[in-house]
């Protein structure tokens, strides 16, 4: 994202202005063959995959041009709406989540207190392990013979059935186990924002007689805003794209977009276009939002300005 | 595989960078060494082509791939291959992934780019139509003659010929059978495993009731290939059909017989005879039910068999468990899904290569080697005769108790277009399960998009 934004910006000062400075003329050379390999490995398979959607593709061959009917189709496909419902109502959720409970960790932790540093360390344990093996986990505490999570709730009588027979009990899961795991990685991202704020901006306030609330309000968001978006960013990106936390704690049964968009690609024979124009679809939301972060909330891309 | 591990390469040089020099040389050496792999990659491809790939020896080496050989059986035939036929023909086993799914994705990459190396497969009997349509395996119809298909099952065969003709040969077969507690059976008073599902709900409630079993019948009904084979067994037994027999471009699943099918397979959770959770299952949760001494009966192949009794993974004794054919439907036949894996031949690589495979393949299910497999690793045989011989009753008594039952094995739909339908299949089986579709709504519902997906079959 920064390699892409970074040369637009340096456009304005006049692209023949910048190759008449000797230095930035070579150091413009120097990224050249970064520049070459980032289009072959990254634009052409974007580019490719436009190209797939708009064709009826199948794993054997190119087809002939069809349009946006495979984007039509894709949107008549309950097993895409599906996924997308999914994936929107995980990302909303979980970041959501992931966000309050990663700030009042980043809050606690901030304060200056005796085995701090274990404590950072220890929160981030989930996020270290690797998603695959922490969702095959999960899954076996929620299931049926030996899983403890399923059997407390059976017997508390908050489930009717067993949680991996029923899908939405699944999204609540594979929400509740990103934001188990993803957490400390956003209390990690804002306690490096907090602790660039200057303890003599509190000291002033407190002087002035500005009371916790006010304190946390006026000082401590608006100071963390650059931070905050980032953490934002890219955890709703992250999300957004989920895989591996529904193949494997649902063992394939929870329909996220990259699930469909792998489903379409790699299992089905006929369903390959189609795949191709989730993935457009996928790689065009996100841009999107990604934008909105951007342009819409102000955020900083690069420390340049 | 040799690109796979150059850009790795690439990639580890570009990490060690990272910590150590400046932003610039990591950004150097990171495009430095991906060129270099993208260079290496395509020397890598442009291989292949023109004749025979051949040993120092002057033998034509043909590549052969399957899944790990746990039980080494494998292994130790094709050394016996390689030395007699030294200096002909040299066998190179290249292992796969145990996930079939993996497996079948890996080769169809391979054939889409051209073909890739290996010259015999080994792979899963749902494939050969798949493989077919698209001109990626050979016609074996004049090779493996009609007298020579004589003497194999005929399950394996029906799977393995797709528009008139043979495109791969039986290795090894698999069935679904039934596992039934006899100690259960016997204290309540019952002589006989069911003959048919009514019988087995009626047993299963019944010792459930008095011994406390947790589960009557388990079975698996998770939304994968398995739940399809399950599904379909119940569909079958009562006479229903996916694919018109004689022409497969017509689905024909949409018929009494179907619906019945599953509504036998709903009423075994609304009866309580199996739990709700039966529809997360697959091979591995009902095993572990069933060898945990929760279960009266269970559907699996047969390698379960082999589980019981070994004290790490079974909770219970040989002595308590007998085998038999999955139950049939009131006025019907057993029916068992087909399992098991064939050979194929890679239409892409030179005829040399080609015969030297076919050679090999001889060799692989010829009644002693079959045999040899048998007896060392449990794989069940496909040729007929071979359920007769005294030997492998012995050594091997899920085939002596199986018997009959592994040998009625009826293949999924043979079609160019198999894995969508199965994806359908499975999704609509499970639904039923849950609860989420009744069985005359999935069928309707299959009826539709199992024909759509037919109609889009390449020709």
Not at chain 2, 56 to 62: A, E, L, Q, Y
Not at chain 2, 425 to 451: C, D, K, R
Request: with cysteine; aromatic share 10%; glycine share 10%.
């Amino acid at each position: 994202m920064a390699t892409a934004t970074q040369p637009q910006k340096k456009k304005r000062g006049g692209i023949i202005g910048e190759f008449k400075n000797p230095e930035r003329r070579t150091a413009y050379l120097m990224v050249l063959p970064t520049l070459l390999i980032i289009l072959t490995i990254a634009f052409f398979p974007i580019l490719y995959a436009v190209v797939l959607s708009m064709t009826s593709s199948t794993v054997t061959g190119i087809g002939s041009f069809a349009g946006v009917s495979n984007y039509v189709a894709m949107f008549q496909n309950p097993a895409f709406i599906e996924g997308l419902y999914n994936t929107v109502v995980f990302t909303v959720i979980s970041v959501f989540f992931e966000f309050i409970i990663g700030l009042a960790i980043a809050l606690a932790i901030n304060r200056a207190f005796r085995g701090r540093g274990l404590v950072r360390a220890a929160v981030l344990v989930p996020w270290a392990f690797p998603t695959v093996i922490s969702a095959v986990m999960w899954r076996l505490m929620f299931q049926d013979q030996v899983g403890v999570i399923n059997y407390v709730a059976n017997a508390l009588g908050v489930i009717s059935q067993p949680i991996l027979s029923d899908r939405t009990l699944l999204l609540i899961s594979a929400i509740g186990v990103d934001v188990w795991k993803t957490t400390p990685f956003m209390a990690l991202l804002l306690l490096a924002g907090l602790q660039t704020i200057p303890g003599e901006v509190y000291e002033a306030a407190k002087v002035d007689g500005a009371s916790v609330v006010q304190r946390f309000f006026s000082i401590t968001m608006p100071l963390l805003k650059p931070a905050l978006l980032v953490a934002l960013l890219f955890r709703t990106l992250e999300s957004y794209r989920v895989f591996d936390l529904f193949w494997a704690m649902s063992n394939r049964e929870l329909e996220s977009l990259s699930t469909f968009v792998y489903t379409g690609v790699r299992i089905s024979q006929l369903q390959f276009a189609q795949g191709n124009a989730a993935s457009v679809f996928i790689f065009l939301t996100a841009f999107l939002l990604a934008l909105v972060f951007i342009k819409g909330f102000g955020m900083q891309t690069s420390t340049e300005d | 595989m040799r690109r796979a591990r150059r850009v790795g390469t690439g990639r580890a040089v570009g990490r060690r960078g990272f910590g150590a020099v400046s932003r610039r040389d990591f950004l150097r050496i990171g495009g430095v060494s991906l060129a270099g792999a993208a260079l290496l990659g395509t020397a890598a491809c442009g291989g292949g082509g023109g004749g025979p790939q051949t040993a120092d020896d002057g033998s034509i080496v043909v590549v052969f791939s399957a899944a790990p050989d746990d039980s080494g059986s494998l292994t130790s035939l094709i050394e016996q291959f390689n030395e007699d036929r030294a200096g002909e023909i040299q066998i190179d086993y290249r292992q796969q992934p145990t996930d079939t799914g993996a497996y079948f994705d890996q080769l169809r990459t391979q054939f889409q780019a051209g073909g890739g190396d290996i010259a015999l497969i080994g792979g899963d009997v749902i494939w050969p139509a798949q493989f077919a349509a698209n001109g990626w395996i050979s016609d074996l119809s004049d090779l493996f003659t009609e007298d020579m298909r004589s003497g194999f099952i005929e399950g394996p065969i029906e799977s393995n010929t797709y528009d008139g003709s043979v495109f791969g040969v039986p290795w090894f077969t698999d069935a679904g059978v039934l596992h039934y507690r006899q100690d259960l059976l016997d204290d309540a008073g019952i002589s006989e495993p069911p003959a048919t599902w009514t019988e087995l709900k009626e047993m299963a409630s019944q010792i459930q009731e008095e011994a406390g079993t947790e589960w009557g019948y388990v079975f698996q009904g998770g939304n994968y290939e398995g739940g399809t084979v399950n599904g379909l067994e119940f569909i079958n037994s009562f006479g229903g059909a996916v694919l018109n027999e004689d022409d497969v471009t017509q689905v024909t699943i949409d018929s009494p017989e179907s619906v019945a099918g599953l509504e036998m397979a709903r009423s075994m959770v609304d009866d309580e005879v199996s739990q709700q959770a039966v529809s997360t299952y697959t091979e591995e949760e009902s095993e572990a039910a069933f060898l945990n001494g929760n279960a009266v009966f269970c559907r699996n192949w047969p390698y379960m068999y082999g589980l019981v009794g070994d004290p790490e993974a079974s909770q219970i004794e040989t002595e308590q468990v007998g085998v038999s054919a999955l139950p049939a439907a009131e006025d019907g036949e057993s029916v068992s899904g087909l399992g098991g894996w064939n050979f194929y031949v890679n239409a892409a690589v030179p005829q040399e290569t080609q015969d030297a495979a076919w050679e090999f393949i001889q060799f692989m299910t010829d009644p002693e080697q079959q045999k040899f497999r048998a007896l060392e690793g449990g794989f069940l045989p496909t040729l007929t005769d071979l359920y007769d011989d005294p030997e492998i009753l012995d050594e091997v008594p899920v085939i002596a108790l199986g018997g009959e039952a592994l040998q009625r094995t009826v293949p999924r739909p043979v079609s160019p277009v198999y894995s969508d339908m199965s994806l359908q299949m499975a999704e609509q089986f499970n639904a039923v399960l849950n609860g989420n579709a009744s069985p005359e709504e999935a069928i309707t519902t299959l009826q539709e998009n199992l024909q759509g997906i037919a109609d889009q079959a390449p020709e």
